[in-house]
């Protein structure tokens, strides 16, 4: 997985400073036994959307994708609206800084946004974690509003869908396929 975001995020045909990624889509068809191959395309691009994808293939078989859903020109409004919470949610995760910015290094992912004293945590590294933590080979995360570092983050799950909260606030949605 971490091979195919820095695939992604190295990828020369796009360049997104300062995007915020609305949605992400990933599924693992393979298990990765062998070195993947990758490739990857943008969809679709204007000023205020571009669409990627990025697949890893083993011998030409495709082994997982990955498709990102970018906010161009974008800045980050307050919450028009957060989500109270009746049930208890769970403690999931304290993303630090120092964890966002190794995220960072490792993926190739040099957006500003994730290397500031107030930094954002990647929603690549939110995927991973949730992939991590479900097992999912299919999941499909919304992002609402960003998670910043040093900030715990709560899940509540109800079925397939997992939303995550942090500081009371609705920051993601993730549906398990």
Same mark, same amino acid.
């Given at each position: 997985? /971490? &091979?195919?975001?820095?695939?992604?995020?190295?990828?020369? &045909?796009? @360049?997104?400073?300062?995007? @915020?990624?609305?949605?992400?889509?990933?599924?693992? @068809?393979?298990? !990765? %036994?062998?070195?993947?191959?990758?490739?990857?395309?943008? %969809?679709?691009?204007?000023?205020?959307?571009? /669409?990627?994808?990025?697949?890893?293939?083993?011998?030409?078989?495709? +082994?997982?994708?990955?498709?990102?859903?970018?906010?161009?020109?974008?800045?980050?409004?307050?919450? $028009?609206?957060?989500?109270?919470?009746?049930?208890?949610?769970?403690?999931?995760?304290?993303?630090?800084?120092?964890?966002? +910015?190794?995220?960072?290094?490792?993926?190739?992912?040099?957006?500003?946004?994730?290397?500031?004293?107030?930094?954002?945590?990647?929603?690549?590294?939110?995927?991973?974690?949730?992939?991590?933590?479900? !097992? +999912?080979?299919?999941?499909?995360?919304?992002? /609402?509003?960003? $998670?910043?570092? &040093?900030?715990?983050? @709560? %899940? !509540?799950?109800?079925?397939?869908? /997992?939303?995550?909260?942090?500081?009371?606030?609705?920051?993601? !949605? +993730?549906?398990?396929?």
């Amino acid at each position: 997985m /971490i &091979d195919l975001f820095r695939a992604f995020s190295t990828t020369e &045909d796009f @360049f997104y400073e300062g995007a @915020f990624i609305a949605k992400v889509k990933y599924q693992r @068809f393979k298990s !990765k %036994l062998d070195e993947e191959t990758y490739r990857s395309e943008v %969809l679709k691009s204007n000023e205020k959307l571009c /669409i990627a994808s990025c697949s890893g293939y083993i011998e030409n078989e495709i +082994a997982e994708t990955l498709t990102v859903y970018l906010m161009m020109n974008v800045t980050v409004k307050e919450p $028009v609206q957060t989500e109270t919470i009746q049930e208890k949610e769970t403690l999931w995760h304290n993303f630090s800084k120092e964890e966002i +910015a190794d995220f960072s290094h490792l993926t190739g992912d040099t957006n500003s946004i994730h290397l500031t004293e107030n930094p954002v945590v990647q929603g690549l590294f939110i995927l991973k974690e949730l992939c991590n933590t479900t !097992k +999912a080979n299919k999941i499909e995360v919304k992002y /609402i509003y960003p $998670v910043y570092g &040093d900030k715990s983050v @709560f %899940l !509540k799950q109800e079925g397939n869908l /997992i939303k995550g909260f942090s500081n009371g606030i609705l920051c993601f !949605k +993730a549906t398990i396929f």
